[in-house]
């Protein structure tokens, strides 16, 4: 049996066919999954994540227009979910943004406060915003996943502010499982591997990420989004029943490697 069936969820961050979510969201419809999108505000954006979520089988999907960055938003979000469904099973966050004049090697140390902040803010605070919405809404215990990504941990060049967001959001997924856990509410990240994605290609030196990977990985490959699908659906699952807090690596090995 699909692992999946029954259960009900959000996912934010289907822009196009080549986001993760995207991804995630093939994933979860495999295993029986109901999943409820959001896309950034304006005609053109809705367009693009109908035709991602059409080629993956979403013929007809609820979506609602969010921008993270602001609260009203996220409120009128998750209360239309509440008013439309009642309750929720799982979350997933799949979204990030600095500005990309600051996603080069060496443009690090003069990060404006206002780049730092909103990176901080779209990429990692939301997080806990959205936990915060959606929380109340598992009635019957629950589970949320963010992604991240190695840079939180080491300096990658190019990735700079980005890997500053990505640190606080694996924090953010360490408290936020601390405080659920009571309410039967688990809380992770997926840490995955580069992909070819519209973010991705905004980080200076992306191309030399994916060949760095491929020469050094174990598994000598780039991982793909639909990886981070299966690996996202099992977090979510009752598979992953005894898991929370964690940040799981999606990497083809990547990060266990000393070079
Ligand atoms: P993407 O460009 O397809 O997705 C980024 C998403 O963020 C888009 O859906 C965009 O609409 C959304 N977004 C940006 N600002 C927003 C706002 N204010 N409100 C609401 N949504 C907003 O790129 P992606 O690579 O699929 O990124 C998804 C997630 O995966 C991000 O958290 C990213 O950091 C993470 N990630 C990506 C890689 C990679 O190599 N592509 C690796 C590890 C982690």
Redesign the pocket.
Known sequence: MAFMQGLRGVV?????E????TGIAASLKREGAECLF???PGEK?ERRTRKALEAIGYTTPWLAP????SDEQIDATFARVASEFGTIDFLVH????ADKDWLKPDRFAGTPRSVFTTACD??AY?YVAMANRAAPLMTNGGAMI????YGSEKAVPGYNV?GVA?AALESSTRYLAMELGSRKIRVNAV??????????MAVGGFSEILEWVEKKAPLHRNITSEEVGNASAFLLSPLASGITGQVLFVDSGYGIMGL
């Open positions: 934010v961050g289907v822009a196009n080549h986001s993760i979510a959001t896309h950034l954006n969010m921008d993270a960055a799949c979204i990030a943004f779209i990429s939301t963010a992604l991240s990504y980005m990505k840490s995955a591997g580069p992909v070819r994605t519209l973010s991705a």
